[in-house]
């Protein structure tokens, strides 16, 4: 399931956020620095307001994977590609939450950041991917996607796209291990 999808339009679909103006969808050709092999032409920025930190969130309901979460079976691979712009800071930072009928938290895992020093000081995303099993009793996720401004600049330049969620059985993943072995 893909969780980001954007357009050039600047809607949020399915997403809530934490104040006004937290991201911006933009289009890569405001930075002609980014490498032009990117998935799609946009994505999201952290925005134009200079503000040290603002979150996106997407809930979605687990109804039709209970039982294969309840028996422990249901493996989840998280991916998305971050970075940020030349040399400043700012990282955004993905994760995804479960929670339980009665909203208790189950489990959280959270994507390693990408940093200017990852990025070589040069504007750019990298792929980063977390894989686990979903906590037993999950019934919804939250995905989260903030954007952290650590540079002096007036911008968070932090920078998120392509972000999927992908729920399969664990046998499935077994088989396929065992075809690469």
């Keep these: 399931m893909l969780i980001e999808v954007c357009t050039t339009s600047n809607d949020y679909p399915y997403l809530e956020y934490t104040k006004p103006i937290v991201a911006t969808v933009t289009d890569y050709n405001a930075f002609p620095s980014l490498n032009e092999t990117l998935s799609g032409n946009c994505g999201f920025w952290g925005g134009k307001v200079n503000d040290p930190s603002g ?4 809930y979605m309901d687990l109804k039709y994977y209970s039982r294969l979460i309840d028996s422990s079976a249901a493996h989840f691979e998280l991916s ?5 712009i030349e040399s400043d800071g700012d990282y ?3 994760s995804v939450g479960f929670r339980s009928s009665d909203n ?3 489990g959280v895992t959270s994507l390693e950041i990408v940093t200017n020093i990852h990025r070589n000081n040069r504007s750019g995303l990298l792929l980063r991917r977390e894989t686990g099993i979903i906590p037993k009793y999950s019934k919804v996720f939250g ?3 903030e954007f952290m401004k650590m540079s002096d600049g007036p911008y968070n330049n932090g920078l998120a796209d392509d972000i999927q969620l992908i729920i399969r059985p ?4 077994n088989k396929t291990f065992d075809r690469v072995t």
């Design 55 to 58: 979150a996106l969130y997407q």
């Design 80 to 84: 998305a590609f971050v970075g940020g």
């Design 92 to 94: 955004s930072l993905v």
């Design 104 to 106: 208790k938290q189950l």
């Design 143 to 145: 995905i989260a996607f």
């Design 170 to 173: 664990i046998e499935h993943i």
